[in-house]
């Protein structure tokens, strides 16, 4: 009976050994946290739509692709349910992310099948080509903007799981808000361009003129108040023209429509910094929120977006 009275000797020796590791472990975490609090470091990009508990948080990747899924439904003259819908079918069928495998041979942000006529895999694969795709199909279901959401997307995609849609219905409409313009400066994102290739001005006219339209072809800044305090960095930076509405309300909307879609796809394309009308992102503000225009980046008149590239 003696030797398992002295079996919980080594446990008790080691607890103070476990102790002042775990302090070193906790110590060591706070160090790491303060530093990156003190340097301001961002940690791995990210974005996010909303607040409180009504709040969407995705990666540059997803952001990237659900602005090329409201931008090609917008340039279709589509209203912003179609842009929910659409947004709502691509979370359920590839939580935003043009994949390149599927039930079958599924492909893309809406795993469409080449097998089922909707065009090869390389045509599949780009978003604009899939995305329009969905609003071609969308399209011919009649009165799609007051059926439900399930039974809309449904009609388009013959989906074996139709109810699945419906979850997605409350981040769906979060991101068309933000994504068509109708809720200002809502899209934060966070990227890094600090190092890297520098930002490409006839890429960023591409992927404009791609999703929107011709349009919106940037023209380069030459001088003037969208270049005042630039200097150098007025060479890589474009200027969009923001095509004039009826009214001011809806020449804002496109404004900030274009503006979202910019800070969504900065890590892509480079951008370092997206201004307009009194409010400007920068890709090196840890925040990733919309700031007041500062005096090197003067406020634009409402018809242009400042869209400035990484050098």
């Given at each position: 009976?003696s030797?398992?009275?002295?079996?919980?000797?080594?446990?008790?020796?080691?607890?103070?050994?476990r102790?002042?590791?775990?302090?070193?472990?906790?110590?060591?975490?706070?160090a790491?946290?303060?530093?990156?609090y003190?340097?301001?470091?961002?940690?791995?990009?990210?974005?996010?739509?909303?607040?409180?508990t009504?709040?969407?948080?995705?990666?540059?990747?997803?952001?990237?692709?659900?602005?090329?899924?409201?931008?090609?439904?917008?340039?279709?003259?589509?209203?912003?349910?179609?842009?929910?819908?659409?947004?709502?079918?691509?979370?359920?069928?590839?939580?935003?992310?043009?994949?390149?495998?599927?039930?079958?041979?599924?492909?893309?942000?809406?795993?469409?099948?080449?097998?089922?006529?909707?065009?090869?895999?390389?045509?599949?694969?780009?978003?604009?080509y899939?995305?329009?795709?969905?609003?071609?199909?969308?399209?011919?279901?009649?009165?799609?903007?007051?059926?439900?959401?399930?039974?809309?997307?449904?009609?388009?995609?013959?989906?074996?799981?139709?109810?699945?849609?419906?979850?997605?219905?409350?981040?769906?409409?979060?991101?068309?808000?933000?994504?068509?313009?109708?809720?200002?400066?809502?899209?934060?994102?966070?990227?890094?361009?600090?190092?890297?290739?520098?930002?490409?001005?006839?890429?960023?006219?591409?992927?404009?003129?791609?999703?929107?339209?011709?349009?919106?072809?940037?023209k380069?800044?030459?001088?003037?108040?969208?270049?005042?305090?630039?200097?150098?960095?007025?060479?890589t930076?474009?200027?969009?023209?923001?095509?004039?509405?009826?009214?001011?309300?809806?020449?804002?909307?496109?404004?900030?429509?274009?503006?979202?879609?910019?800070?969504?796809?900065?890590?892509?394309?480079?951008?370092?910094?997206?201004?307009?009308?009194?409010?400007?992102?920068?890709?090196?503000?840890?925040?990733?929120?919309?700031?007041?225009?500062?005096s090197?980046?003067?406020?634009?008149?409402?018809?242009t977006?400042?869209i400035?590239?990484?050098?």
């Amino acid at each position: 009976m003696s030797e398992p009275s002295r079996l919980p000797r080594p446990a008790r020796r080691g607890r103070p050994a476990r102790l002042v590791a775990a302090f070193a472990v906790l110590l060591g975490l706070v160090a790491y946290v303060t530093v990156h609090y003190v340097t301001g470091s961002k940690g791995a990009p990210r974005c996010s739509i909303g607040t409180g508990t009504n709040r969407y948080e995705f990666t540059p990747e997803q952001a990237s692709n659900a602005a090329t899924i409201a931008a090609v439904g917008t340039s279709r003259g589509l209203p912003e349910r179609a842009v929910t819908i659409a947004l709502a079918t691509a979370l359920q069928e590839s939580a935003l992310r043009n994949i390149e495998h599927g039930d079958r041979d599924s492909l893309g942000l809406f795993q469409q099948r080449p097998s089922m006529g909707w065009g090869t895999p390389e045509q599949i694969l780009d978003p604009v080509y899939s995305s329009g795709k969905f609003y071609e199909g969308l399209e011919k279901v009649p009165g799609y903007s007051r059926l439900p959401l399930t039974v809309a997307a449904q009609k388009v995609q013959r989906s074996g799981f139709p109810q699945a849609y419906a979850k997605h219905e409350p981040d769906a409409t979060l991101l068309s808000a933000a994504l068509t313009g109708r809720a200002p400066a809502a899209l934060t994102c966070t990227a890094d361009v600090a190092e890297g290739r520098p930002g490409d001005p006839a890429r960023v006219r591409d992927e404009l003129v791609r999703a929107f339209g011709e349009a919106t072809a940037p023209k380069p800044v030459t001088g003037g108040a969208a270049a005042a305090g630039a200097n150098a960095a007025a060479a890589t930076a474009v200027e969009l023209a923001v095509p004039i509405r009826d009214s001011r309300a809806s020449r804002e909307q496109r404004g900030w429509e274009l503006a979202q879609w910019a800070v969504a796809r900065a890590g892509d394309l480079r951008i370092a910094e997206v201004a307009y009308g009194d409010r400007v992102w920068t890709a090196d503000d840890s925040s990733g929120d919309w700031e007041p225009s500062r005096s090197k980046t003067p406020p634009t008149d409402g018809t242009t977006v400042l869209i400035r590239l990484a050098r």
